[in-house]
Every structure is written in structure tokens, then in C-alpha cells.
């Protein structure tokens, strides 16, 4: 069992920058590939970014290449996700997300409970 909790949403102006963590409770976190999807009214989700368990990223969509960028620190039980250069299409919904997988598979077991960020000026 994973509970995970987002942090480091609001409000930034475009061409701003923000980050993201997910932090996580309970066991053997280091065996979990960890995501970040996120949805915008009215659209579907989508996934941006994740981080195996042995800390290799999966493709990012074109949406984020370049601006957006995963880590995560096994010592804290968090991942983040850093978001450069953000756009007003950026804004959504994002959650964090984790499956006990070694690589990422985008078939996610657990969930938060999402946190928001609104890009506007």
C-alpha cells in the first residue's frame, strides 16, 4: 500500500517555472515506478513524465519535451517534477501516480489526490 501526496502547485505567469513533488508513506518505495498525468477541463489525461524505480525516464509526450523533468530522491520517498518555460496549456490538474513496476508501464495502482496549476498572466 503507497499514499501519495502533491505539493508545489498555483499560480505562475507564463514562461514561469514550478516544482512539483510527490511524497510518498508506506513501504519499499524504491520498487515503484512513479508518473505524473495530468488533466485540464475538459480533456482526457495525460501522462508527462515518469521515473522508473532504478531512476530512468520514460519518453515524454512532444506536449512537454524539453520543459519538463523528472527525479526522484529514494532517501526522501518524493519525486518531482520540474516544469520550465510553462505555458497556459500546461494548466491542469497533475497527479502523482505509482506502480509497482521496475520500468514504466503507465499502469498505475495508486494515486493522489491531484494538486492544481494554473499558468496565467
Known amino acids: 500500500q503507497l499514499q501519495l501526496v502533491e505539493s508545489g502547485g498555483g499560480l505562475v505567469q507564463p514562461g514561469g517555472s514550478l516544482r512539483l513533488s510527490c511524497a510518498a508513506s508506506g513501504s519499499d518505495f524504491g520498487y515503484y515506478s512513479i508518473g505524473w498525468v495530468r488533466q485540464a477541463p475538459g480533456k482526457e489525461r495525460e501522462g508527462v513524465s515518469c521515473?522508473?524505480?532504478?531512476?530512468?525516464?520514460?519518453k515524454e509526450p512532444d506536449s512537454v519535451k524539453g520543459r519538463f523533468t523528472i527525479s526522484r530522491d529514494n532517501a526522501k520517498n518524493t519525486v518531482y517534477l520540474h516544469m520550465n518555460n510553462l505555458r497556459p496549456e500546461d494548466t491542469a490538474v497533475y497527479y502523482c501516480?505509482?506502480?509497482?513496476?521496475?520500468?514504466?508501464?503507465?499502469?498505475?495502482?495508486?494515486w493522489g489526490q491531484g494538486i492544481q496549476v494554473t499558468v496565467s498572466s
Open positions: 501516480a505509482a506502480e509497482l513496476s521496475l520500468l514504466c508501464s503507465f499502469e498505475y495502482q495508486y
Open positions: 521515473i522508473s524505480s532504478g531512476g530512468g525516464s520514460a
